[in-house]
């Protein structure tokens, strides 16, 4: 299976845009770009997901570079409530990845007030 | 309704207990899926159910034993666990294992304690 790599950890302050990155250089052309955020105590949350282009959605903005071996999930303007783990994932829909959403480690937001 | 649950939100339980954790939703979803995480670590696949069909085992013991009696509902069903079994079971939802869905919808998780 393809792999992301993002940073361990990462700080921003209250109401400042925040990038977090994603690299996954092994990426075929049939994965999918996912981001799902989890909350302390809450099951992972949905935040965006894409194939070539940049994507806009309520939450969130992803930047996917044009060969495809990174990408940035932005949050526009930070809030506290925004402080999560990030995750970075690549999906598959080939053949045994059918169905299979595997989570890297993962990117520690603190927000600061 | 755009939530998955489960229930209880926490368990204890000894190694030789029989216990069932249990997941719905009513999103119209076809696929379900059960995930486990320890803690400080990401969620780790257990088993996927497409059309009430298991799909995927990922390798799991035999202690534990999923089912999916109709499309709304998933229990998993522990037996003889052990100790390091403990940690927090997520269950989630798509409207399919292809490409055209919008996202995983997960549930709260059902934290798990086995003594």
Request: glycine share 6%; hydrophobic share 30%.
């Amino acid at each position: 299976d393809a792999k992301t790599t993002q940073p361990n950890s990462m700080e921003s302050n209250e109401e400042e845009p925040v990038h977090l990155p994603c690299n996954h250089s092994t990426i075929s052309g049939t994965d999918y770009i996912h981001w799902y955020r989890q909350l302390p105590s809450q099951g992972p949350e949905y935040v965006i997901h894409g194939l070539t282009s940049n994507v806009n959605n309520r939450m969130a903005s992803l930047a996917i570079a044009e060969d495809r071996k990174s990408s940035t999930l932005i949050l526009h303007r930070a809030t506290l409530r925004d402080a999560a783990v990030y995750y970075c994932i690549l999906r598959s829909d080939r053949g045994s990845t059918l169905g299979r959403l595997y989570f890297g480690r993962g990117t520690q937001l603190t927000v600061w007030p | 309704d755009t939530e998955v649950t489960q229930t209880p939100k926490h368990l204890v339980m000894g190694m030789t207990n029989k216990k069932s954790l249990k997941c719905e939703q009513h999103m119209g979803h076809r696929a379900m899926y059960w995930y486990k995480q320890k803690a400080k670590k990401p969620p780790e696949l257990m088993f996927v159910y497409s059309y009430e069909k298991l799909s995927i085992n990922e390798s799991v013991p035999s202690r534990f034993s999923p089912e999916c009696p109709n499309s709304s509902l998933l229990n998993l069903h522990l037996h003889a666990l052990q100790p390091e079994d403990s940690a927090l079971y997520l269950c989630a939802s798509s409207q399919g294992t292809g490409t055209s869905y919008y996202g995983y919808t997960f549930g709260s998780g059902t934290r798990l304690t086995v003594v």
